[in-house]
C-alpha cells in the first residue's frame, strides 16, 4: 500500500520547510513522499488566459491566469536539481520513497540521475502519449494520475504502458479544487482495474470539513495507493493548505490501512455514515469545472525548443528533443 505525501509547492521555495516536511510525513506513515519539478521558465503562453472570458450570464468560460504573475509566482517556489538531490537523500534516509512530477519532456535529463525510481504523470497529462513514452523509458514505474481525462485518453494510455510491460498505477482524480464528496465518484476506481490491477486515489477534497474520509473509503475498496496534498503550515499559507492533510491525518489512514477488512467496515459504518454520496458513477461526462480546469492546465507547462511552445502530446516533440 502506497501513501504519497505530495508536498507540491506547500514548502514556499524553502528547503528548511521541505525538510520539516519529510520528517512529518514519514512520522505520519507516508510511504512516499513527493515534490513537482516545476521551472517558471517551462511555463507556457496562451492569450486566452491573459484575461479569460465570461459570459453574459456571469458564468466563467476561460479562466483567468496572466502569465506574467503567474510567472513570478512559480519563480520563487522553485526548487534547484541540487535541491531535487538532496530530497531524494533525505525521503530515503527517512524510509520513504521519493517521487517528483514531471511536467514535461525537457525537464527529464535533468531529474534522470538523481536516484528517482518512480514518476508521476499529472492528471492533464494522462493522455500525452510522447511524455508518457519518455518517462517510461527512463523511470522503473509511473503513477499516472486520470483527472479531466477522456475515457479514451485512459485506455489508450493503458493500453501502452500495458504493452510495454511498465509497471504503472493508475490514481482516479477529479480536478476540482476541493472536491466536494458527492462529485467523489469513487465508482471509478472499478472502471480503473479493468485496465490495470494497480489502481488508487489522487484526492483534492476540503480537509478542514472532510478529512481523510474519501480516502478510507477507497482504501477499504482495495486501492492500492493513495495520494494527499500534505502541509506543515497552517492552511492559510499555501496555495493548496485548503486541500493539505497533516501528521495526524497521514496517521490516521495508516492505522486505517492495518485493520482487516472487517474492522475497516464497522469503523466507516460508525465514523463515515454518508460514504454512499461519495461512490456516484463508473462512467461520466467531464464536469463544467473540470473541462474549466482541463483547458487551463493542460498545455500550462510546455517544452521551449527553437523559441516555439511545443506541447509534451505533440507528435513531434520526442524528435525534437532527442
Known amino acids: 500500500m502506497k501513501i504519497i505525501a505530495e508536498f507540491c509547492q506547500n514548502h514556499n521555495g524553502r528547503f528548511d520547510i521541505l525538510k520539516q516536511m519529510i520528517g512529518e510525513a514519514a512520522e505520519g506513515g507516508a510511504t512516499h513522499a513527493k515534490i513537482q519539478t516545476i521551472f517558471a521558465d517551462d511555463l507556457s503562453f496562451r492569450p486566452e488566459f491573459e484575461e479569460g472570458s465570461i459570459d ?5 468560460k476561460v479562466i483567468k491566469r496572466p502569465y506574467r ?26 524510509g520513504m520513497e521519493p517521487l517528483t512530477t514531471a511536467f514535461n519532456l525537457t525537464c527529464i535529463p535533468g531529474i534522470r540521475d538523481l536516484g528517482w525510481r518512480s514518476v508521476k504523470v499529472a492528471s492533464y497529462d494522462c493522455g ?22 477522456y475515457d479514451k485518453e485512459i485506455e489508450d494510455t493503458a493500453k501502452l504502458l500495458n504493452a510495454r510491460g511498465t509497471k504503472y498505477t493508475m ?7 476541493p472536491t466536494p464528496l458527492e462529485a467523489m465518484h469513487l465508482n471509478r476506481i472499478a472502471y480503473l482495474r479493468e485496465l490495470t490491477p494497480s489502481v488508487g486515489l489522487s484526492d483534492h477534497s476540503l480537509t478542514a470539513k472532510d478529512g481523510v474520509k474519501a480516502d478510507l473509503v477507497a482504501i477499504h475498496m482495495g486501492a492500492d495507493t493513495i495520494e494527499r496534498h500534505f502541509t506543515v503550515l ?9 486541500v493539505s492533510i497533516t501528521k495526524d491525518h497521514l496517521r490516521q489512514m ?7 477488512h472487517a474492522a475497516q467496515e464497522a469503523y466507516l459504518a460508525e465514523y463515515v455514515p454518508d460514504r454512499a454520496v461519495m461512490m456516484g458513477q463508473r462512467s461520466r461526462p467531464l464536469s463544467d469545472a473540470e473541462m474549466l480546469n482541463r483547458a487551463y492546465f493542460r498545455g500550462r507547462f ?5 523559441g516555439r511552445q511545443v506541447f509534451n502530446w505533440d507528435p513531434e516533440v520526442r524528435q525534437l528533443l532527442s
Open 254 to 260: 495508516a492505522d486505517f490501512v492495518a485493520m482487516d
Open 234 to 242: 497552517p492552511a492559510d499559507q499555501t496555495r493548496d493548505g485548503k
Open 56 to 60: 453574459n450570464n456571469g458564468h466563467v
Open 69 to 94: 504573475a503567474e510567472y513570478d509566482r512559480l519563480k520563487g517556489l522553485e526548487l534547484s536539481y541540487e535541491q531535487h538531490r538532496l530530497f531524494v537523500e533525505e525521503c530515503r534516509a527517512a
Open 302 to 306: 510546455c517544452n521551449k525548443v527553437d
Open 128 to 149: 500525452s502519449i510522447p511524455l508518457i513514452e519518455a518517462l517510461a523509458d527512463n523511470f522503473d514505474e509511473l503513477i499516472v494520475s486520470t483527472g479531466a481525462s
Open 171 to 177: 490514481l482516479h482524480c477529479v480536478t476540482i479544487y
